[in-house]
Nanobody, 115 residues
Framework: EVQLVESGGGLVQPGESLRLSCAASGFPFDRNFMHWLRQAPGKGLEWVSNITPDGRNTWYADSVKGRFTISRDNAKNIVYLQLNSLTTEDTGIYYC????????RGQGTQVTVSS
């Protein structure tokens, strides 16, 4: 059974940082692209970033490029998302997923950016 468990969210002020983690199990983690998506209040699911199975290549949505960094540790079956220079527009629930559309995703972790 595929399990994805996100953690690391919280309440921060604009300009601050967070590091999200996603622990994966139930599938061959080191053979899968991994994705992060988010859902802002009242909006649909938005793809944020993904990373190749070997961790060498990454892609980002324009809205987060230069501020967020995705990485992975295949020995621990964990994918990370470093969030820097956060703004109120980054508020939402962040999910890790096996696919770009988020069909197979975790329960999410709440990120709230507010002054």
């Amino acid at each position: 059974e595929v399990q994805l468990v996100e953690s690391g969210g919280g309440l921060v002020q604009p300009g601050e940082s967070l590091r999200l983690s996603c622990a994966a199990s139930g599938f061959p983690f080191d053979r899968n692209f991994m994705h992060w998506l988010r859902q802002a209040p009242g909006k649909g699911l938005e793809w944020v970033s993904n990373i190749t199975p070997d961790g060498r290549n990454t892609w980002y949505a324009d809205s987060v490029k230069g501020r967020f960094t995705i990485s992975r540790d295949n020995a621990k079956n964990i994918v990370y998302l470093q969030l820097n220079s956060l703004t109120t527009e980054d508020t939402g629930i962040y999910y890790c997923a096996k696919d770009r559309t988020g069909v197979q995703r975790g329960q999410g972790t709440q990120v709230t950016v507010s002054s």
